[in-house]
């Protein structure tokens, strides 16, 4: 900020030096790009009051500003089955466009740095083997969500960092959810089931004797996590023959 009278006061030929109590400000302009309206209030100290002249003083104030443009990190994270998975991850991927051009294809993970306005969208959102995408989410119960398509700056959220006073992170986040396997254990006909329960059931005429919901990848066996059909008994069957005779199993994805 300088005075075009050099700080001084004119009053006609006189001249009345003068100081202010302060030459620098700051103005927070994150949202925009354009100008924006202030008002700043001045304390003039005047260094000679020895005049007969009574009225209006009249100086003209030049302000200099000076500053940094705001960029947005536009930052992808996901959510496997409701956890923030932050890098690395593989189950799932994603497309980004840019300005309408595509600048990443079939990714899992994205960080770039883009100006004030840059529009974003994202694309193709699918699961990898085993998950499914089900939607964008958010992190925080006092966030929202980012949309999948957008201006940075306008119509997504951010927040400061540590990283620089002019980088704001636009955070998105998209759920991916495990896939589920139903097994169904048939009774093919067996009269009794002796579980891992300890209790022996009637399945005499049921065509599914029971179910179980497991994650896609879940180790299982006979001793853990799976039935074991060997334990479906049918009438007139010896035991020790009844594995694979007297019961089936089928896999169903949910």
Known sequence: MSSKNNYKLKNKSQEISYSLDKESFHIDNKQSASSKSFDENFNIALANTNTNYSGNYEDNLIFDITGNKYVYKLDVNSLLDGKVEFAGHDYGSFDVYINGQKVADDVSNFDKVYPY??????????????????????????????????????????????????????????????????????????????????????????????????????????????????????????????????????????
């Open 117 to 254: 306005g840059t529009e974003y969208e994202f694309k193709d959102l699918k699961g990898t083997v085993g998950h499914h995408y089900s939607g964008v989410g958010t992190y925080g119960p006092h966030w929202k969500e980012t949309p999948l398509k957008g201006k940075l700056g306008i119509d997504a959220m951010y927040y400061k960092t540590d990283d620089s006073p002019y980088l704001l992170v636009t955070p998105c986040y998209f759920k991916f959810d495990t896939n589920k396997l139903t097994i169904n254990y048939h009774a093919d006909g067996a009269q009794t089931w002796y579980h891992f329960d300890g209790v022996t059931h009637d399945v005499s005429g049921k065509d599914i004797a029971a179910s179980e919901t497991h994650l896609f990848g879940s180790y299982y066996d006979k001793k853990s996590g799976l039935g074991d059909v060997s334990r479906l008994t049918k009438r007139g069957i010896p035991q020790n023959l009844t594995h694979g005779l007297s019961g089936k199993t089928e896999l169903k994805k949910l």
